[in-house]
Every structure is written in structure tokens, then in C-alpha cells.
């Protein structure tokens, strides 16, 4: 017990239960308690490792520049398609995630992310989209798969050249692998990863307990998808014509064959191209499904924006980029859209690489470090009002130009470790969601009072409840 305590001048926390800790919690709530009751910089003990939040801003930022907080915790590789378990981006650390990293930004900038000719592809998917709510025919839905699919198949058509309809049956099942995963979540189910000794129970209990099935069953979903892709790009490659990542990536891994240092291998291939899958199109999805709760939510910014939209865009023509200096509106609704949901309430853990300090305080070697996106994001210190909904706090004085916020703002990370896909993400909330202002009318269906209390938490990940809402088509 002795040596199980707490070293020295770590940041304050609630009492430490030796060797269980508290439960893991992924919550907005219990954050903002802690932070309450403890400061900015709050560690907390769950099994045998330390978590140390970050609530404040400016720590936040300082702390994520830094390379020893560059790593992700060993639980990350849990999912790992890598039989290895080194490789990817989102999972990996050392050399192995500096050179998967560089390798997946270099060839999404080359396949177009953050230039123009990638939103002609946004908006074949926006028109699509639009199609596919036209055929609901006024009726009260839940949010569509059609909202996942056209953010699987921006990322998917850079990755894989696959593109799929949006009424297809081929992604159901992993559609439902996921729902099922975030529906059944709770944060017991990640205990074994801070108690390691319970992953040695046997394994129908480890099920019972811990719902590992169900992991079991979505990575397993995701292989054979990551698979199939994979191998059918080995049969049908051509060096001269590089069709996308995967191609690009074998070609890398066949210049630098029989190089046992090389980096570029299948398994690593795997693993970048479930992450991608994954991380390329869940959040998209979700940020769709809050930027229609919040148009129904708040139909005056419905109204002022479609005005904007109708006044500088003709209504056969999809709202391009090129419109953005006269939609500032829309801009800020979107980036206004990604604070106050703070999808990630908590950013993507990072661990400490060795022994360091953060504002003077001990954060140990294997320290988790946990930035607390959600309360960054409602600092008063930054945001005034900011449990309201305001998207004017991204425009001028005049209202006529979108300020990007420069400080207080998480949603996509920071420092050496930011998300990989920002600019991509950018361009298609700010296409899509145009696309569903300019074609439809988002409504609650009668009767129906949308409020705070159709927010759900599942697994860390905030966003709306299933909501029945009416796209009713623009005359
Ligand atoms: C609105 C949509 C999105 C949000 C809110 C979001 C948010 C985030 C956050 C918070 C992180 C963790 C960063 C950190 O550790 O500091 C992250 C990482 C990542 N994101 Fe995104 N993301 C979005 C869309 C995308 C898209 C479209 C892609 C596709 C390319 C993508 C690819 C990644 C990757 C590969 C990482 C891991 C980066 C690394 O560990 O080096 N994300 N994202």
C-alpha cells in the first residue's frame, strides 16, 4: 500500500482507493465537479493508472506542444487491426506513429484536402443528400444512415476509390456494429484496461462483465471490411497508375521490399486505413446529426442563414466554397456547432513518455493526461454566456464577417497531435450542412419541444438523442 501511493507534489484529486481507483468516468458532469472541487489540473486514479485533466485552456495548450505528451496510452491498441500493434495514426507512438502520421497528412493533401477540386466530391455527396431526405417525403425520421454514408464516402473515395449509395445494405452491419458498441457503452467495459490483471478472466466472464463480445464483434466487422479492400488493391495494382492511399501506400511498401528497418508494412496498412474509416466518418456523422438538431432547435438561425444562402446563391446551384466570404452566418453556425456539442468532450487521451511537471506539479512516468474539451469549451474565462447557443460570437460587429475563434477553442486538438483530418472536416460541414439549409426546412414534428434534454453522452462522445425531425423540402 505504502508503495502504491501517490508521489509527491502531484496535482490535487479526490482520495485514492489503493490499487482499484475509481471508477473510469467519459461524462461532462463529473469533470466539471472536479474541476469545482479541485482546480484546473486535477489527477484522479482509475485501477493502476493516474489520470491528470487539464480544464483550463491555457494549460491544455502548452501541455499538448509538448513531445513527452505526444503518445497515446497502451489501451489504444486494443482495436489495432496491426498484428503487430505498432502501426496507424491514431493508436500508435514513437517512430512508427511519426511516420504513419506523415505518410496518411502528405497523401490526403495530395488527394485534395483543403483544396478545391475535393469539393466537387463533397458536393456530389451534398446533392445526393439531399436527394435521399427529398425521398422521405415530408415524414418525421431519425437521423438518416445517408447523413454517415456521405461522410464515409468522401474519406472512403480518397482511401479506397470505393463510393457507396446511400441506400446501401453493404454498410449496415458495421453501421450497426457501432451503434451497437456506443449504445451498449459503459465505462465499466474499459476496467481491464485499467486493472490489467482482469483481462486474465476467463473469457465468458470477461463478456458478461465487461461486454467484450461486443468489441470482439466490431473489430472483427472491421477487419473483414479493411481486408477486402486491402487484398483486392494488391490484385488489380498498376505502379504507373496509383489510384488512392492504399495504392500509394503499396507502393511505398513494395519499393522498400526485403528492408527489414521499413516501416511500410500490411499490417500498418491495416491499421491506417481503419482509422481512417472510423475517424473519417463517425464524427462527420455525428456533427451532422447536431447541426439539424440545431436547426430545429433554433429556426431563426435556420431563416437568417437560408436568406443569406438565397441572396448570393441560385437555387439550382450547390453552395460552392467560393461562397463563403457571403455566408458568414453559415461558418459560424458550423464552428459554433463544434464548441458548444464538444463531440469530443474529452480529447483523445495522450500519455507522459517520462517523468515531467505541468505548472510545477509531479505528473509521473504513464501518467494519462486527459484535456477536458468540454469545460475549455464553456469557460466563462473565454466564452461569455457559453451555455448558450450563439453563433454571432464568431462574426464581426457588423455581422458580416466569420472571426475564427483564436483561444478557448478544442474541438480538434492541439499541438503535436492534433487530428489529421481538420481541413477535410471543415469543408464538409460547411458544404453540408449549406446543402441542407438550401434544400430543406429542419422541423421539430408537432408538439415536439426540443430542448437540453435530448443531449446524450455515449462513451465520451456527445450528440443527440435519436430525434424524430421533419425535412420538410424549400418550395
Ligand atoms: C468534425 C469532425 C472531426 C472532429 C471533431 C475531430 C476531432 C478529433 C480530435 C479531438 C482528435 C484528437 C486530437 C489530439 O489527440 O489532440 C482527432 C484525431 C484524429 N482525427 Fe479527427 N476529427 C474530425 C474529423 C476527422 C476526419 C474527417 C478525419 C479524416 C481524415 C480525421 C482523422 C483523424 C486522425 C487520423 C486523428 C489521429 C491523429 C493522431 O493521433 O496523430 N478526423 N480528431
Redesign the pocket.
Known sequence: VLRDRRPRNCPPGPAEIPFFGRLPFFDEETGENLRKNYGNIVMYRTGTIRSVFLFDYDTAKEA?ARLEFADRPDFFTTFSLDDQKLGG??SSNGVH?QHD?RF?LRN?RNLGMGKNHLEEAINIEGKALVEDLKKYGGEAINYPDSFRTVALNI?WQMVASTRYDLRSKEVETIYRMTNEFRENFTPLMLLPSFIPALDHLPKSIKNYLFKDDIFDRFVEEMKNVVNEAVDKHLEDYDPDNPRDLIDEYIKDMKENEGDDNSLFRRGALNQIVN??FG??SD??YN?LKWVTYLLARYPEYATRMQQQIDAVVPRDRMVSLDYKPSLPLVEAFTVEA?RYSS??VY??Q?SAHRDTTINGYFIPKGTMIQVGNYSIHHDPRYWDDPHKFYPERFLDDSATKYTAPNIGFF?????R?????EL??RME?FLFTAAIIQHFDVIPPKGVVLSQKDIVNLGGLRTPADNKLIYRPRN
Not at 474541438?411 to 499541438?415: E, I, Q, W
Not at 497531435?417 to 483530418?421: K, L, N, Y
Open positions: 499538448m495514426v491514431i506513429w502520421r496518411v490526403l474519406i482509422d481512417l475517424a473519417g464524427t462527420v456533427m463544434l463531440l469530443a480529447n483523445a495522450r474541438a480538434f486538438g492541439s499541438g497531435r492534433p487530428c489529421a483530418g477535410l472536416a460541414l
